[in-house]
């Protein structure tokens, strides 16, 4: 098999780990005492798939806090924990995806808007820490998504072109980054169908993890 892919890059939350609802009920959570709430829609909207430090600016401007961004993080590290000591479960599919791609000869990598120690954190919890090739996450980079930095900095870790990547998100703004690196991406949607538009900048879109081994196989022939 000659194969033209030979990576296949990860966002991690609402990709690998069902995280995007525990996200979302921590900004619930954290503007109760601002007597504010969030819909869903409003978190997938604007939230989702962003950096820490953006969503703190996004937040504080959005709702009219009178809040230093800091503060709002180390509050929102603080609910998360109490969140994720019920246990958050990883997407449909995770797992044997990841053992078919190793056993298949594919690199494996991560790219993701969390910190270092929340990305560390997740993916302890379910044993899948050391499964990546390279890891880049939000400690690594200056622009955010949709800035496509995270994507070009895991590529360059790689050691690899573009063209032999495979992005694999759930956001708008991770279609519009893997598009700026010019990456070939797979939507699979978790809160979210972004619009016809932006659904046309994939390769392809799937419901599962499940389904890529399928789509590799048949993409690689």
């Known amino acids: 098999m000659n194969k033209e892919i030979k990576t296949v890059i990860f966002d991690m939350d609402g990709v690998l780990i069902d995280s995007e609802p525990v996200s979302w009920n921590v900004f619930k959570e954290f503007l109760k005492p601002y ?40 509050e929102c590290i603080r609910l998360e924990d109490e969140q994720l000591s019920k246990g958050v479960l990883l997407k449909k ?10 056993s298949n000869g594919y690199k494996i990598a991560l790219a993701t808007s969390s910190e270092t120690n929340r990305r560390k954190k997740l993916l302890k919890a379910h044993g899948i820490q050391d499964v990546f090739d390279a890891i880049t996450d939000g400690s690594d980079f200056t622009h955010g998504k949709p800035d496509p930095e995270v994507f070009n900095l895991c590529v360059k870790k790689l050691n690899l072109k573009p063209k032999e990547c495979l992005i694999i998100e759930d956001s708008e703004n991770g279609i519009l980054a893997a598009s700026a690196a010019k990456i070939p991406v797979i ?6 169908i972004p619009e016809p538009d932006l659904l046309n900048k994939t390769t392809a ?7 890529l081994p399928s789509w590799l196989s048949d993409k690689n022939e």
């Open 35 to 74: 007597s504010k709430t969030m819909s869903l829609d409003q978190y997938a909207a604007g939230y989702s798939g962003k950096s820490e430090a953006a969503n703190a600016r996004r937040l504080i401007q959005e709702y009219q806090l009178d809040l230093d961004p800091k503060d709002f993080v180390e």
């Open 93 to 102: 599919g995770t797992l044997k995806v990841l053992d078919w791609l190793q």
């Open 187 to 192: 939507l699979i949607p978790d809160l979210k």
């Open 205 to 211: 879109v799937l419901e599962s993890l499940d389904e």
